[in-house]
């Protein structure tokens, strides 16, 4: 567990949070599995083919990794009948979490030194990162005379460096995101696939809480606007983020104080997982940033809809008032007196 500041954080080590969650260190690989043989007809044995990975990462690499089976996963695609030539028959995901041999030996004993040591540990960690994918990926495997081909790439939601460079590309000809120099920059992160409960006030509701999201993402830096709901329209996104189930889940937005307070949360959220004291059950959560101005367009939104409201009633007064007018123009004084008389 580190008490290290965030920009000095390798992506080996795990972060505390408030609510007895911490964020677990990973290397998340997607791998897409294609028939090198047009004939193939049948199933991929899915436990074969983890077999063949859990071998590999054994056997294959400098230093031997262990990972266990429930960090494999793999789904068949489609009906193999109607599939085309070129098309793939199952794609999947594994989850690298033995990475303490990255770690150096020697601890460094004051500030400069440990942020150094960091990004050593850093540059190594993404050079094994890199040599692993470019290992596996074009990998053949043999399965019962059938032969298949890995392809096997870093996805995007665990690529910080590819993210960087996409907001850089963004902002580099448009006039968006948090400014106060004239610079145009991201200050919004958006986590979605995590456990609702671990948000949620305990004995209360099991629903996510506003003020417990807070409290868990502040160590991550100064937040300026949250958001956090239920997730029931994970649509694509559940492929990527694997086995969850639409409404147990929920996703978080969080807009912060200063860019660089984005910059250190993005960068140790990206390549980690969530995980909750006493639970063995590590949430693989998805996170990206955020470049459609979540909160601007959610106060515009809000705006037109108080804006249609008071419209729309203004129409329903303006319509009712003639009829009204009319009415009480038809009661001459001596009606309303009799009226009055009489009740």
């Known amino acids: 567990m580190s008490n290290r500041p965030l920009d000095s954080l390798p992506p080996t080590e795990s972060l505390e949070l408030e609510n007895g969650l911490t964020l677990v260190p990973r290397v998340k690989l997607s791998f897409t599995v294609y028939p090198t043989s047009p004939s193939v007809t049948k199933p991929v044995d899915e436990w074969k ?34 599939r085309k030539r070129e098309d793939p028959v199952a794609q999947g995901s594994l989850f690298i979490r033995d990475l303490g041999f990255l770690n150096r030996s020697t601890r460094k004993n ?7 040591d960091a990004k050593v540990l850093e540059e190594k960690f993404l ?7 470019e290992k596996m990926d074009g990998m053949e495997l043999n399965l019962e005379g059938f032969k298949y081909k890995l392809n096997v790439v870093v996805p995007a939601s665990d690529d910080f460096e590819a993210m960087r460079k996409a907001w850089e590309e963004f902002y580099a000809f448009g006039n968006r995101g948090h400014s106060r120099s004239g610079k145009q920059e991201p200050d919004t ?26 409290s868990i993402f502040s160590r991550l830096g100064n937040i300026r606007n949250l958001n956090v709901a239920e997730d029931n329209d994970l649509g694509k996104e559940a492929e990527e983020i694997g086995n969850i189930v639409s409404g147990l889940n929920c996703k978080i937005v969080v807009q912060f104080e200063k860019y660089k307070d ?24 998805v996170v990206t940033w955020e470049k459609d101005s979540f909160f601007q367009n959610s106060r515009t939104h809000i705006q037109e809809r108080t804006n249609k409201m008071q419209e729309m009633a203004a129409r329903n007064y303006r319509s009712e008032a003639p009829r009204h007018q009319q009415r009480i123009s038809r009661l001459s004084p ?9 009740d």
Request: aromatic content about 8%; overall charge positive; proline content about 6%.
């Open 49 to 82: 083919v983890k077999l063949t990975l859990i071998d590999f990462f054994q056997t294959s690499l400098s230093v031997p990794v262990t990972v266990p089976e429930e960090d494999l996963e793999i789904q068949p695609l489609g009906d193999l009948k109607k």
């Open 189 to 214: 992160i958006v986590v979605r696939g995590v456990p609702s409960r671990w948000f949620a006030e305990p004995l209360v509701s099991s629903k996510p809480s506003m003020l417990v999201t807070h």
């Open 262 to 285: 984005f910059y250190n949360a993005l960068r140790v959220l990206c390549g980690r997982s969530l995980q909750k004291q006493g639970s063995r059950l590590k949430a693989n959560y």
């Open 127 to 133: 050079d094994w990162r890199k040599h692993t994918v």
């Open 334 to 342: 001596d009606d309303a007196r009799r009226k009055r008389f009489k």
């Open 110 to 116: 004051n500030a400069e030194e440990e942020e150094e």
